[in-house]
């Protein structure tokens, strides 16, 4: 490999590496705009099914609990 072709390609991944720098600002701000499906409305343990209190609280699709462990479970509802 040449002088110049080891320049060419550090260029090429120096000009690669700013447009994926730009991709990752602009994108930013488009997912800033992108709304949750989820509507949250409180511990699972407060509700004696997490499904039927979405739906009557209008969700019509209704809710499931979810989290990482039971005692931790939030009931989230589902937006449509």
Do not use: W
Request: glycine share 12%.
């Amino acid at each position: 490999m040449g002088f110049n072709a080891q320049i060419s390609s550090i260029q090429r991944n120096y000009f690669m590496g700013v447009l994926c720098f730009i991709f990752i600002l602009t994108s930013g701000h488009v997912a800033r705009g992108i709304r949750e499906p989820l509507n949250c409305i409180g511990d699972c343990s407060a509700f004696q099914d997490c499904n039927q209190a979405c739906i009557a609280k209008g969700y019509r699709v209704g809710g499931v609990c979810l989290g990482f462990s039971a005692p931790q479970l939030t009931c989230c509802c589902t937006r449509t």
